[in-house]
């Protein structure tokens, strides 16, 4: 079969190789002028640096299954890293029992009672039931209001924004499950994702997957109820078997042959918050801590990831400060050089130890569609990876529910799809 895939990003990329290795021809179109989506690279003053914090869990096998099938299975190492608390200009450690036992801004009922329910969580495998539940309350019921205000309020804030209390208790639950079953343990691939999409492209050439980047999709086209190919933004015409999209939905939306509106208000029900994700290159640590957790009022973000506690790069210090707001959210739209200073300033009233002179470089990436928000029921609105229309397939990090978005869970889906359409075959 001929099969055009729109987006070059790790869920593209990964259903590519597989199916260009059952015999498949296989054709990506990529909107943007370089190829890796979410996972893409860039240079930061020397640095070949992600737009995008990322990590590995103990429990990402498609991962490392993608990795054996590259070659790098070598390069993937594990660490435990520290994790602490930020709290109104306190910082305390916040990895192992013992520092949840020494959590002072909880009282010890509290911390023993978030210990309990981090506990529950981590043996827990049914969450249907928490699908119907927002978190917000869910949480305040199983902690206390206090440990939700202090401890899990700015967290959602981190990832939700404005929309942290409507978000489902199963999001939350998987959360908790996939790190805590990590016992500590997060991952990385020894030269980052730079040095995957390197290695995927390659296989992909090997096996005549032809990728145009710079390429962006006008329409998908059907002929007698069926796909049967794709129109470019420049007018031209490719004819496929098959299609598959890794477009956020809202934009899958657009691209529907006419005849197919329903499905399309369907897909626009799901909605996405955008982020505006900040790296800076320094010259010494900001913190101790991998991943900070920051409340405190006179700071305007809720955390800092020091990337280079996790995979250390010959000495140099990367961080990343995520926004996770709407795209509308002045935090979104204000000019680069704003809010690199407003988050400068923040980093030095945590780290009052760094100096003007210790910030190297910095860069701003932005993305509308960082995340999908989970209200509760979002289950019900989780599309079918084959659409009704025939010959179309979805691969989006909604599929993943309730998981969180992964490049682990974006191959496995990218695998399942790969596998479905062979069995058409």
Same mark, same amino acid.
Request: net charge neutral; hydrophobic share 40%.
């Given at each position: 079969?001929?099969?055009?895939?729109?987006?070059?990003?790790?869920?593209?990329?990964?259903?590519?190789?597989?199916?260009?290795?059952?015999?498949?021809?296989?054709?990506?179109?990529?909107?943007?002028?370089?190829?890796?989506?979410?996972?893409? $690279? @860039? #240079?930061? %003053?020397?640095?070949?640096?992600?737009?995008?914090?990322?990590?590995?869990?103990?429990?990402?096998?498609?991962?490392?299954?993608?990795?054996?099938?590259?070659?790098?299975?070598?390069?993937?190492?594990?660490?435990?890293?520290? /994790?602490?608390?930020?709290?109104?200009?306190?910082?305390?450690? @916040?990895?192992?029992?013992?520092?949840?036992?020494?959590?002072?801004?909880?009282?010890?009922? *509290?911390?023993?009672?978030? +210990?309990?329910? %981090?506990?529950?969580?981590?043996?827990?495998?049914?969450?249907?039931?928490?699908?119907?539940?927002?978190?917000?309350?869910?949480?305040?019921?199983?902690?206390?209001?206090? %440990?939700? !205000?202090?401890?899990?309020?700015?967290?959602?804030?981190?990832?939700?924004?404005?929309?942290?209390?409507?978000?489902?208790?199963?999001?939350?639950?998987?959360?908790?499950?996939?790190?805590?079953?990590?016992?500590?343990?997060?991952?990385?691939? !020894?030269?980052?994702?730079?040095?995957?999409? #390197?290695?995927? $492209?390659?296989?992909?050439? =090997?096996?005549?997957?032809?990728?145009?980047?710079?390429?962006?999709?006008?329409?998908?086209?059907?002929?007698?109820?069926?796909?049967?190919?794709?129109?470019?933004?420049?007018?031209?015409?490719?004819?496929?078997?098959?299609?598959?999209? /890794?477009?956020?939905?809202?934009?899958?939306?657009?691209?529907?042959?006419? +005849?197919?509106?329903?499905?399309?208000?369907?897909?626009?029900?799901?909605?996405?918050? +955008?982020?505006?994700?900040?790296?800076?290159?320094?010259?010494?640590?900001?913190?101790?801590?991998?991943?900070?957790?920051?409340?405190?009022?006179?700071?305007?973000?809720?955390?800092?990831?020091?990337? $280079?506690?996790?995979?250390?790069?010959?000495?140099?210090?990367?961080?990343?400060?995520?926004?996770?707001?709407?795209?509308?959210?002045?935090?979104?739209?204000?000019?680069?050089?704003?809010?690199?200073?407003?988050?400068?300033?923040?980093?030095?009233?945590?780290?009052?130890?760094?100096?003007?002179?210790?910030?190297?470089?910095?860069?701003?990436?932005?993305?509308?569609?960082? &995340?999908?928000?989970?209200?509760?029921? @979002?289950? &019900?609105?989780?599309?079918?990876?084959?659409?009704?229309?025939?010959?179309?397939?979805?691969?989006?990090?909604?599929?993943?529910?309730?998981?969180?978005? /992964? *490049?682990?869970?974006?191959?496995?889906? =990218?695998?399942?799809?790969?596998? #479905?359409?062979?069995?058409?075959?």
């Amino acid at each position: 079969m001929t099969i055009g895939i729109i987006g070059a990003g790790i869920s593209g990329t990964s259903a590519a190789l597989r199916l260009a290795k059952q015999g498949h021809a296989v054709e990506i179109f990529q909107r943007e002028s370089e190829v890796g989506g979410l996972i893409a $690279t @860039f #240079d930061l %003053a020397g640095t070949r640096t992600e737009h995008f914090y990322h990590f590995l869990c103990a429990g990402d096998v498609s991962y490392f299954e993608l990795c054996r099938e590259l070659g790098l299975a070598d390069r993937v190492r594990f660490t435990k890293p520290r /994790t602490g608390f930020y709290y109104q200009g306190r910082c305390f450690p @916040f990895t192992s029992v013992v520092d949840l036992v020494r959590f002072s801004p909880l009282t010890l009922a *509290q911390r023993i009672r978030f +210990g309990l329910f %981090a506990l529950e969580a981590q043996r827990r495998s049914e969450w249907a039931q928490l699908d119907e539940l927002t978190a917000k309350p869910w949480l305040i019921d199983r902690l206390g209001r206090r %440990a939700y !205000e202090v401890i899990w309020e700015p967290l959602l804030t981190l990832k939700f924004g404005d929309f942290h209390d409507k978000i489902s208790a199963a999001w939350v639950w998987h959360r908790i499950h996939r790190v805590i079953r990590s016992k500590g343990r997060m991952g990385y691939l !020894e030269g980052g994702t730079g040095f995957l999409l #390197d290695a995927l $492209t390659r296989a992909l050439d =090997a096996l005549d997957v032809v990728i145009r980047p710079g390429t962006p999709v006008a329409r998908i086209l059907a002929d007698g109820g069926r796909v049967c190919g794709l129109r470019l933004q420049d007018g031209s015409e490719h004819a496929c078997d098959r299609v598959i999209s /890794t477009v956020p939905l809202t934009i899958l939306a657009d691209l529907l042959p006419p +005849g197919w509106d329903e499905y399309a208000e369907r897909l626009r029900t799901i909605q996405y918050i +955008g982020v505006a994700c900040l790296s800076f290159k320094l010259k010494r640590r900001a913190t101790p801590y991998f991943w900070l957790n920051v409340h405190d009022d006179r700071v305007p973000f809720n955390g800092i990831i020091e990337y $280079t506690h996790l995979n250390p790069m010959a000495g140099e210090h990367i961080v990343y400060v995520p926004y996770y707001v709407p795209t509308t959210h002045p935090l979104y739209t204000m000019t680069d050089e704003t809010l690199v200073d407003r988050t400068w300033r923040g980093i030095r009233l945590i780290a009052p130890e760094l100096k003007d002179t210790d910030l190297i470089a910095s860069h701003v990436a932005r993305t509308p569609f960082a &995340q999908a928000i989970c209200p509760t029921h @979002f289950l &019900q609105r989780v599309p079918a990876q084959r659409t009704p229309l025939p010959g179309l397939s979805l691969l989006d990090s909604v599929l993943l529910y309730p998981e969180d978005r /992964t *490049q682990s869970g974006s191959i496995l889906k =990218a695998y399942e799809c790969a596998r #479905d359409i062979a069995s058409d075959a």
